[in-house]
């Protein structure tokens, strides 16, 4: 396989309460907070079309995991049994991409609020993807 790098620049970023990985629930429906996506002005524009009340998906870069770690215990439950990452949701892989199905509950300008997000505070966004209703993977 030929090694090449992609460039992928932040379109915004998550201002979130949960200022700690340890502190954040592993997925959404688990308890997380709501926060806001500041969407850079450069791309602002973008945002025209999503209201209060839609269901988009966040693409996010876990920028405080580890990129070296390709065996976990799902849920860092040690009783469970070592499982690739790619069989996991885990925020430590190769490419640390993070999937975050939410709502919207308010846009404010560049400024969605969204939520339930298990996100943490300074989490850059790389992409904003609307949700298929029609569409079992959306």
Known sequence: ????????????????????????????????????????????????????????????????ARRDILKVHPRGDKNRPLRGVFATRSPDRPNPLGLHRVTVLEVTGNRLRVGPIEAIHGTPVIDIKPVLPQSADS
């Open 1 to 64: 396989m030929t090694k090449t790098s992609y460039m992928i620049e932040p379109i915004g970023i998550i201002c979130s309460e949960l200022t700690r990985c340890e502190a954040a629930p592993h997925q959404g429906n688990e308890g997380a907070p709501d926060a806001w996506l500041e969407v850079s002005a450069t791309v602002a524009d973008g945002l025209e079309g999503i209201a209060a009340g839609n269901e988009i998906i966040l693409i996010t870069w876990f920028h405080e």
